[in-house]
């Protein structure tokens, strides 16, 4: 799963996401220690996929294209607290109504995390201001099967785990 200024200390939690420990995350990565994330993902009114691109910047895939936001969940924070810090700013308003899709526990390319999978729809006026920003791009089903199927490199390893387990389906829904 991609990272994203994410917070230094985070959980260490058991399989059944109970806290037991409070660490640096760089370090529960190096361990290969359950914890818990986050994954946000936007959609426009008529069930488009909202995507950014990485900023070039970015520590593990620069310039590709990403969901709209994912992340570790920060020790005492709640997984749409971490999504409402991802939600661009032209979008933050939506905050309050992002709702909880589905737990993903293992098996879905997110490794030893437990992530929350959190989705919101973006009233057109939004939407279209995203449209408009070059960092951001809305696709419907056929145009991400083509991006993934043609340009895999192009995009996030987040972005291409939610197009192989189709979350960005149930998000819809």
Same mark, same amino acid.
């Given at each position: 799963?991609?990272?994203?200024?994410?917070?230094? %200390?985070?959980y260490?939690?058991d399989?059944?996401?109970?806290?037991?420990?409070?660490?640096?995350?760089?370090q529960?990565?190096?361990?290969?220690? %359950?914890h818990?994330?986050f994954?946000?993902?936007? @959609?426009d009114?008529?069930?488009?996929? *909202?995507? %950014? %691109?990485?900023?070039?910047?970015?520590?593990?895939?620069p310039?590709r294209?990403?969901i709209?936001g994912?992340g570790?969940?920060?020790a005492?924070?709640?997984?749409?607290?971490?999504?409402?810090?991802?939600?661009?700013?032209?979008?933050?308003?939506?905050?309050?109504?992002?709702?909880?899709?589905?737990?993903?526990?293992?098996?879905?390319?997110?490794?030893d995390e437990?992530?929350?999978?959190?989705?919101?729809?973006?009233?057109?006026?939004?939407?279209?201001?995203?449209?408009?920003?070059? @960092?951001?791009? *809305?696709?419907?089903?056929?145009?991400?099967?083509?991006?993934?199927?043609?340009y895999?490199?192009?995009l996030?390893?987040?972005?291409?785990?939610?197009?192989? @387990?189709?979350?960005?389906?149930?998000?819809?829904?």
């Amino acid at each position: 799963m991609s990272t994203e200024s994410y917070p230094e %200390r985070i959980y260490v939690v058991d399989a059944e996401n109970r806290p037991l420990a409070v660490m640096n995350a760089e370090q529960i990565h190096q361990q290969g220690l %359950r914890h818990r994330g986050f994954m946000l993902l936007l @959609t426009d009114r008529k069930g488009r996929l *909202i995507l %950014r %691109r990485l900023d070039k910047s970015h520590p593990l895939y620069p310039g590709r294209w990403d969901i709209a936001g994912s992340g570790h969940v920060g020790a005492g924070e709640a997984a749409a607290e971490a999504a409402e810090r991802h939600l661009p700013p032209v979008a933050r308003e939506l905050g309050e109504s992002l709702r909880h899709i589905l737990t993903v526990t293992r098996d879905a390319g997110t490794g030893d995390e437990i992530v929350e999978v959190l989705g919101g729809s973006v009233p057109d006026q939004i939407a279209q201001a995203l449209a408009r920003d070059l @960092t951001f791009l *809305i696709v419907d089903q056929d145009e991400l099967d083509a991006l993934a199927s043609s340009y895999p490199d192009q995009l996030s390893p987040t972005l291409l785990t939610v197009w192989k @387990t189709r979350l960005h389906r149930q998000g819809a829904s």
